[in-house]
């Protein structure tokens, strides 16, 4: 059963001394979610809300889908399953990693209980190293250059913060050649709900 799982992963304090807000898991799914999303780990302001990609992230996702916020954000359409549940705290350079007890605790057993999903999106490195292994390329980019070659499980993509936009300028055939593929895919997986 879901909800009970759900339930405990949101009372969940495995990370507790190493969370500089201390534990807040969020995590959004259902038996029926069609399409899943994997990303990285929750931001502040997701902490603070507690609605996951609830900022510019968020959004650009969102537009990079094709999907709106309703069908985003219905459980019954849209699972959101992070590499880590809580926010991990600010690094040099950004948030800090994901921890690694999220994904190698829950990950399986959330998973099991999501037999209709037939899109899952790999938002980051994080996501795509655990979950592609030695199928992942050496870079990022050549990963999600090849983004044909991960689906139908599998769709990559890179994280869709605003800092990001330099690796998009730098790399424009992910607006013309991934972003139209990518929905496409979200809309067929759309569609088996009708």
Request: proline share 9%; charged share 20%.
């Amino acid at each position: 059963m879901l909800n009970p799982l759900l339930e405990q992963i949101r009372m969940c304090t495995l990370c507790q001394e190493k969370l500089p807000l201390g534990p807040r898991p969020i995590i959004s799914a259902q038996p029926n979610s069609k399409l899943l999303i994997i990303g990285q780990a929750l931001g502040s302001v997701v902490h603070k809300t507690g609605i996951p990609w609830d900022d510019k992230s968020g959004e650009n996702l969102r537009h990079w889908m094709g999907i709106s916020a309703n069908d985003f954000y219905n459980e019954e359409i849209t699972a959101l399953v992070p590499m880590g549940f809580c926010y991990p705290g600010k690094g040099i350079s950004g948030d800090l990693p994901p921890h690694p007890e999220c994904a190698e605790t829950w990950h399986s057993r959330v998973l099991q209980q999501l037999p209709s999903v037939s899109l899952t999106l790999l938002i980051g490195n994080y996501a795509q190293n655990y979950y592609l292994r030695a199928t992942k390329k050496s870079t990022l980019t050549k990963t999600v250059k090849a983004h044909n070659e991960y689906l139908p499980s599998y769709f990559v993509l890179p994280h869709p913060s605003p800092r990001n936009a330099i690796w998009q300028a730098k790399n424009p055939w992910f607006k013309t050649e991934v972003l139209p593929r990518l929905k496409e895919e979200v809309a067929k997986a759309l569609a088996e709900i009708n």
